[in-house]
């Protein structure tokens, strides 16, 4: 198994009174394709944010490659790695789709 590329260890993040990530953990390996999902307020653009090196974390370690990422150059810090948020602000239609055994009956 590849080495993480990516190391969330213990991380928590807090603004104000709202708890956005408590002892979070997470690895990324090479390779790996990752999606997070959840509510909006989960935390999903804070664990970004953080690995990108916008926010610090108020307890835990992040590495890159390995390294701390506190201790990287600036110039290897923001934009790592690159990442897209998107918020839905209207719930989705409710669809219902039929199973393989509902598809079988009607025919």
């Known amino acids: 198994m ?9 991380v ?3 603004y104000g009174e709202h708890v956005a990530l408590e002892n979070f953990s997470l690895e990324v390996r ?5 999606t ?22 108020q307890a ?3 590495f890159i490659e390995g390294q701390d ?8 810090q ?4 690159a990442f897209r948020a998107v918020s839905a602000p209207q719930r989705l239609p409710e669809r219902r789709f039929r199973t393989r055994a509902e ?4 025919r």
């Not at 590849?2 to 213990?10: A, C, D, Q, S």
């Open 78 to 81: 923001h934009g790592l790695p």
């Open 103 to 106: 598809e079988a009956a009607a």
């Open 36 to 57: 997070l999902l959840g509510p909006s307020g989960s935390g999903k653009t804070t664990i970004m944010r953080l690995v990108a090196a916008f926010e610090e974390p």
């Open 69 to 76: 990422a506190a201790n990287l150059p600036p110039e290897r």
């Open 30 to 34: 090479r390779g790996e394709f990752l």
């Open 12 to 14: 928590s993040k807090r």
């Open 2 to 10: 590849t080495e993480p590329i990516v190391e969330l260890h213990g």
């Open 60 to 62: 835990g370690q992040i």
